[in-house]
């Protein structure tokens, strides 16, 4: 599908319009060892302060979660279970704090370079639709690093090219998510059905339903 360089204006609409249009875009970085490039096939959206259980802006700003707050088209990066980084689109007009979370991807570019990134020193062999399957795999994969927190996605050593037409999705419960943030109630996360680099869905046994 043909991609183009989007404004940054696109961007200031909520997560949830923004989440299914990130699917089939391709998100590009660059670092020193080369670059990687992610055909992104799975997103959740989160919105902010009291109205998503779910989201890390559901009580209001924080040092963690500030970068949500910030404009449109940055990355939010954060570490999480005391291990993992995961990378975030941030949405909405400056002030609100609505965010993408990048779940799922395919390598589309620099595959030998993101297979190292996550091989590391165990010299396995990994799947090409488990490079990037699954948040923490697509940061790994894309070189991403906590530091990345509040990075433009509009310059510099990233690229978002989104696609032409809006891909065919499919919603449901977030994966994960304890409390009602992860019930029913909040089908957010999206994703292209059939796409083999989509990550299995996982229900977290403190959800609502």
């Known amino acids: 599908m043909p991609l183009h360089h989007p404004r940054r204006e696109v961007f200031e609409a909520s997560s949830l319009e923004v989440a ?3 699917l089939g875009a391709v998100l590009r970085h660059t670092t020193a060892q080369g670059t990687v490039g992610l ?10 302060d009291g109205l998503d259980p779910g989201s890390h802006a559901f009580r209001g700003r924080t040092k963690r979660n500030a970068v949500m707050y910030g404009p449109p088209g940055h990355l939010y990066a954060y570490f999480t279970y005391g291990m993992h980084v995961c990378a975030n689109v941030v949405c909405s ?3 609100e704090a609505t965010a993408v979370l990048l779940r799922a991807a395919e390598v589309v570019e620099g595959e030998s370079l993101a297979e190292v990134r996550r091989v590391g020193a165990s010299g396995r062999t990994i ?5 990037a399957r699954g948040p923490a795999r697509l940061v790994v ?4 690093a ?3 927190d509040g990075a433009d996605l509009f310059g510099g050593r990233f690229e978002l090219l989104l696609p032409d037409e809006q891909a065919e999705y499919a919603t449901g419960p ?16 999206y994703w292209l059905p059939g796409d083999p680099t989509v990550s299995p869905y996982k229900r977290h046994p403190k959800s609502d339903d």
């Open 20 to 22: 299914p249009r990130l």
């Open 39 to 48: 055909r992104i096939t799975e997103v959740e959206a989160y919105i902010g």
């Open 93 to 95: 007009p400056e002030g």
């Open 127 to 131: 799947p090409h639709r488990d490079l």
């Open 141 to 144: 994969a894309a070189g991403i």
């Open 146 to 148: 906590l530091a990345d």
């Open 174 to 189: 977030r994966t994960g998510v304890s409390g009602a943030g992860g019930g029913g109630a909040f089908p957010w996360r």
